[in-house]
């Protein structure tokens, strides 16, 4: 498809129906990685997983629960009155809270109070209207989106009938100037119906995921470049809070370098920059920790630059809060070879204060070397 010109038709904005979480993940990551290919894809991993996507990734309805194509096209036709009702809701035998006529799950909505005994009906009555909340906000949201003018690209999980296909078609494309394209991405095995058309497409993927276990629900990354190679996607959501990245032995103009103590592995000694750090090959482990970044709290300009080089293995660098439990903003990757860089972070609004944290995010079970140089900031 192309335009009058010659010219290829603007990028889609992508949005995903379900009716796997893997749809998600994928436009995520692969808007991600467009704008920072040197980006770790672990970060994106853990916001997902914390739902902290939100912060760059717009949330949509169908992001994070199961929903078969029928119950997509029933819920647009709906308006998405009447879809999330207390009276269809029970709890399952595998401990998730599914629609009885729809057939939907809602795996990250509803979570046991006690976790040995599972969810419970107690737990769902309990959680309720919460979820409720979060689906009517979320319902407006996707009612404001189906009103925008703009090229979208509506992505399913599984191909649907031709019935079911045309129905979602129309829904999503009743609003004018709303050009909507629904794109089918079946495994490659399943049978996909001939039917199609310039706004309706379809995809294969590969069968076999080449993932360990715990990430097989991620889908094929290879298969799904493939699918946004042909049908190009762009990020529209607010700007990227993993920032830039440069060659550099010393800081930059305009930055502040702050003289603060380390905690680096192995010992956790604690020490000032220039030093060496040790990340071990255990995923998540940190190898070096900066004591606390006050200076910048509150002030939604800031930045934190980090001058580093790594010698061995593949080190992100990230902010996080004071007592590590969550990640500020999306990290960065630097891998060994690439010599004295600076990596420099936005601060978001209202962050607050924030530490430094280096970690391993190689994907071969190997640890990193490297060496921190400074640390600066900027306001």
């Not at 993940?25 to 672990?42: C, E």
């Not at 070096?288 to 006050?294: F, G, K, N, Q, Y």
């Not at 934190?304 to 593949?314: D, F, I, M, N």
Request: include cysteine; charged fraction near 20%; proline fraction near 7%.
């Amino acid at each position: 498809m192309s335009s009058s010109f010659g010219q290829p038709p603007p990028a889609f904005e992508a949005i995903s129906l379900g009716e796997t979480c893997s749809v998600k993940f994928q436009i995520t990551r692969h808007l991600y990685l467009a704008a920072h290919p040197q980006g770790d894809v672990d970060a994106v991993r853990e916001a997902l997983n914390t739902h902290r996507a939100g912060q760059v990734f717009t949330r949509h309805l169908f992001d994070w629960q199961i929903t078969p194509a029928e119950a997509v096209a029933d819920y647009l036709e709906a308006d998405f009155a009447g879809v999330f009702e207390r009276a269809d809701l029970a709890v399952s035998p595998d401990w998730e809270v599914i629609h009885r006529r729809l057939h939907t799950r809602h795996p990250h909505d509803f979570h046991a109070s006690d976790p040995a005994a599972g969810l419970t009906t107690a737990d769902l009555d309990a959680q309720y209207a919460a979820a409720r909340g979060r689906f009517e906000h979320l319902a407006e949201r996707f009612r404001h989106l189906l009103r925008r003018p703009g090229r979208f690209l509506y992505v399913l999980s599984r191909w649907p009938d031709a019935h079911t296909a045309g129905r979602i078609l129309a829904s999503l494309s009743r609003a004018s100037g709303h050009e909507a394209t629904l794109l089918c991405a079946e495994v490659a095995g399943r049978a996909i119906d001939p039917a199609a058309g310039p706004h309706l497409l379809s995809a294969t993927l590969p069968a076999r995921i080449d993932k360990p276990e715990p990430r097989q629900w991620e889908g094929d990354d290879a298969g799904w470049e493939a699918i946004f190679a042909r049908h190009p996607i762009r990020h529209t959501g607010p700007a990227f809070s993993t920032g830039v990245r440069s060659t550099a032995s010393a800081p930059g103009a305009g930055l502040t370098v702050l003289p603060l103590a380390w905690r680096l592995l192995p010992g956790q000694a604690t020490t000032a920059l220039p030093a060496s750090f040790t990340v071990p090959a255990a995923a998540w482990d940190y190898g070096a920790l900066s004591e606390v970044i006050s200076a910048l709290e509150g002030s939604g300009r800031g930045a934190v630059e980090l001058g580093l080089e790594v010698s061995e293995g593949r080190v992100s660098f990230a902010l996080v809060s004071p007592d590590c439990s969550r990640l500020i903003g999306l990290s960065q990757a630097v891998a060994a070879g690439e010599g004295p860089v600076a990596v420099r972070l936005g601060l978001p609004a209202q962050a607050g204060p924030v530490r430094v944290l280096l970690r391993n995010s190689g994907e071969d079970g190997a640890g990193g070397r490297g060496e921190v140089r400074w640390l600066a900031v900027t306001s």
